[in-house]
C-alpha cells in the first residue's frame, strides 16, 4: 500500500465507523443550535441587538461545540488498543492522524458549517453577512478540530479529561475566535474583511502542516502510561 | 581541543545531576545577595528618588512592580518552552525539572502583573479592568500557564507528564505572538483611544535606572527560586543514586 491508499484506507474506515453511530453525530449540531437560540431569551429578542451580537454568538457556540465532538475523537481507539496499532504501522503516524482529523471534521465540523446560515437567519443577519460568516466557518472549523485534537491527544489517557481539555484547547483558539467573528463584524459594517479571511487561511494553513506531526507525538506520549 | 568541543563538555557537565547539584549551591547565596542589593536600590530609587509623573503624579511608581513582572511573565514562558524541546529531543532530565520548577513562578509573575496592572488602571483609567490589549494577552498567557501547570498535575508518572506539557509548552509557544498580535489588532479595532500613557518612548533617567534594577531584581530572584527548586527536584528524583547516598551520609 502506498502513502495515499493508506491515508483513503483509514478515512473511509473512520467514516464508516462515524456513520454506523448516527445519533452521536447530530449531537454537535444540536448542541449548537440550542446554544445559539438560548441568547436570544437571555438577552433581548431586538432585531437590532441580536444584528450585533449575532457573529459572537454563532462563533463561541461553534467553538464550544467543536469541542464538545472532539472529546471522544480517540476514545474507543484507545482503549481497544487500535491507536498503539496505528503508531507502530509502517506508515507515518502522522498522516493517519490527519485522515483521522478530517474524518472526524467530515461528520461533526461539516453539518456544524451547513447549519450556520440557518442560524444567522435566526439572528436576524443579512444576507451578505451569512455569506462571510459561512466562509469564515469554512476556514475556521478546521483549525477548530486540528488545534483541540491536540489537546485531546494529550488527555486521553486521563479519566476525568473534559475540563482540562477546555483549559488547554480553548485559549489557543483566541485568534480564530478574534479574526472569525471580527470579519463577519467587519461585513456588517461595510468594511473590508479580506484580512481576516486571509489569517483565518494563514492558521489554518500552519495548523494542517505541523498539527499532525504534534497529535501524532502526543499520541505517543499518551500510549506510554495507560 | 577545540572551543566547540568544549562548549559540548561544558553543557553536559551542566547536564549531570551531581554537578548542577553543587554548581547551584555555590551561586545560590552570591545570588540571593545580588537580587536583595538590587530590589533596595530599584524600589528606594523608584518610590523615593524618582520624581512623580507630571500626568500620572504618584501612581505611576506601580510600574517598578508591574513592567518587570510583565517582561517576566513572557521570558518564563519561552525558558520554559526552550527547556521542553531540550527535553523532548534530548532527553535531558535536568531541563524537563527546569521547565517544571518555571512554571508555577511564571504563572505568579503573570497574575502579579494582572494585579498590579488592575490597581493602576483603577486611579489612570478609573476602572479596574479595561479590555487593553496587553492585559488581555497576559490573561490568555496565564490560562496557558494554568493548563500546562493542570497537565502537569493530572499524569501521575512524572517522566511522561514531562513530555506531555513539553508538547503542550511547544504548542503555545508557537502560538503566543500570533494571540498577542491578534489581541493587538482587535484592541485597535475596538477602543483606538485608549493608548497607554506608558508608550511615550522618553523616559527620565532617574525613572529608568530604578526599572532596570527592578527588572534586573526579578530576573535574578526568578533564578534564585528555580535553582532552590531544581536542587530539591533532583534530590527526590535521583534519591536511589550513588551522588545522593554520599551527599546525605556525609553530612
Redesign the interface.
Known sequence: MNYRNAFMAMLIRDLRIAFRQRAEIMLPVIFFVVVVSLFPLAISPDPAVLKTIGPGVIWVAALLSVLMSLQNLFRSDFDDGAIEQILLSPYPGALLVLARVLAQWCVTGLPLILISPLLGLLLHLDFHIIKVLFVSLLLGVPYLSM?GA?GVA??V??RQ?GA?LS??V???Y??VL??GS?AVVSAAKDMSYNGQLL?LSA?LV?ATT?GPF?IS??LK??C??R | MSKVDKLWLWFHRMASPAYFYNIAGRLLPWIAVATIILMLVGSVGGLVYAPADYQQGDGFRIIYVHVPSAWMSMFVYMVMAVNSAIFLIWHIKLSDIVARSSAVIGASFTFLALVTGSIWGKPMWGTWWIWDARLTSEL?LL??Y??YI??RS????RR?AG??AG??A???A??IP??HY??V??NT?HQPASVSKLDNPSIELSMLIPLLSMALAFKLFYLFIVLVNSRSELLEQEKRSQWVKELVTSQ
Not at chain 2, 154 to 157: N, P
Open positions: 488545534v491536540i494529550l488527555t489517557g486521563l479529561a482540562l483549559l488547554l480553548l485559549p489557543l483566541v485568534p478574534i479574526f471580527n489569517w492558521l500552519i505541523l504534534v507525538s502526543a506520549v499518551s506510554s502510561y | 490568555i490560562f496557558l494554568l493548563g493542570g497537565l493530572a499524569i501521575d508518572d511522561v513530555r506531555a508538547i503542550l511547544l504548542v503555545g508557537i502560538n500570533i494571540i491578534s489581541v489588532w482587535w479595532l
